[in-house]
């Protein structure tokens, strides 16, 4: 991405330069457009529950931008002659009861023959031009809130490895495939000035590309980030994901934490996320109102967990 050129059209108000969430294109002074496109391989046996919780990661990018989903596109890949049909329908089903949720119109879609399974959605959104979100404007100050807790990566392959039984994995999974509609809608009746979803790079690394984003230092307070029942213990039975390793390579040199914290403590930072929380960017005077706003919602998991401490070199501390 870094060899391809910037788009020189000035209606294009938001494009892949900074790792943003999704593309806005302004259409009027009043109206613009965010694209976005995810899919992702099943997190669960379930195919119903696949449905739901690629649907809600795909419109999770809409929400993380300010807007609000109009159209979706499926985005289908199945070995059709090696599984059957049935489990498709049911993959599709589970996403279109989600995108019928979000209050969005499923508009059609686009399948291909592929050994592995994998399903998302491409989102169409609304959002004002003057009221878009982005990851990069977070200001000295600052405290972020996050709406959900984390840990979904090591929880899903440790219940593929057997280390976590499945009841104790589907307890949870309504919170995973929880839309962020709810907490956008709270959020956006504050002054939020930054805005990205937690999602594969962990909370560690979505967290350094707000920091990158607007040159400032953020300071994590451990103890305050929500985690999944299970989580931290599953690292301790040596399971792991196939991403911690690269996202801790991609923040190294940019983030420091306490010699105390243990290992597997550290690669809850680093844990891939799929269909994760908002991380919210408010004044430190409304970040408490809008933790207490967001409860009153039923987002029950949001929390403060962290502030902007200073401008200069991008770093996240965790303390």
């Not at 089903?93 to 998302?120: F, L, Q, T």
């Not at 962020?180 to 690394?205: M, P, Q, R, Y």
């Not at 690292?235 to 923040?251: D, H, I, P, V």
Request: with cysteine.
């Amino acid at each position: 991405m870094k060899d391809l050129e910037v788009s020189a059209d000035e209606n294009l108000l938001v494009g892949f330069e900074t790792s943003d969430d999704g593309a806005v294109y302004r259409l009027t002074s009043d109206v613009a457009l965010i694209s976005t496109v995810d899919y992702i391989t099943p997190p669960v046996d379930d195919p119903w529950w696949f449905g739901q919780i690629a649907a809600a990661n795909s419109l999770s990018d809409i929400y993380a931008m300010g807007g609000k989903p109009l159209t979706a596109l499926n985005l289908v890949m199945f070995p059709s002659k090696k599984l059957d049909m049935g489990l498709l329908k049911e993959i599709l089903r589970g996403g279109s009861e989600k995108i019928k949720e979000a209050r969005a119109s499923m508009a059609g879609g686009h399948s291909v023959d592929d050994n592995e399974p994998k399903y998302g959605l491409a989102v169409t959104g609304q959002v004002q031009p003057d009221r878009i979100l982005t990851n990069r404007e977070c200001r000295v100050g600052d405290a972020l809130v996050l709406t959900k807790p984390l840990g979904t990566g090591v929880l899903f392959n440790a219940n593929r490895s057997g280390k976590l039984p499945y009841p104790e994995l589907e307890a949870i999974l309504p919170q995973i495939a929880a839309l962020n509609s709810i907490a956008i809608e709270t959020a956006l009746k504050f002054d939020v000035h930054a805005c990205t979803d937690i999602t594969g790079f962990g909370i560690l690394g979505h967290s350094l590309e707000m920091a990158r984003g607007a040159d400032v230092q953020i300071q994590m307070v451990y103890e305050q980030l929500p985690f999944y029942p299970n989580a931290l213990n599953m690292y301790q039975k040596g399971e792991t994901t196939g991403s911690n390793k690269a996202n801790r390579q991609l923040a190294d040199g940019f983030w420091q934490a306490p010699n105390t914290m243990t290992p597997e403590a550290e690669e809850l930072l680093f844990d891939p996320q799929t269909s994760g929380g908002l991380l919210l960017s408010v004044p430190d005077a409304e970040a408490d109102d809008l933790v207490t706003a967001l409860h009153a919602a039923g987002v029950d998991s949001a929390f403060r967990v962290a502030q902007v401490v200073g401008s200069g070199r991008p770093l996240v501390r965790i303390i």
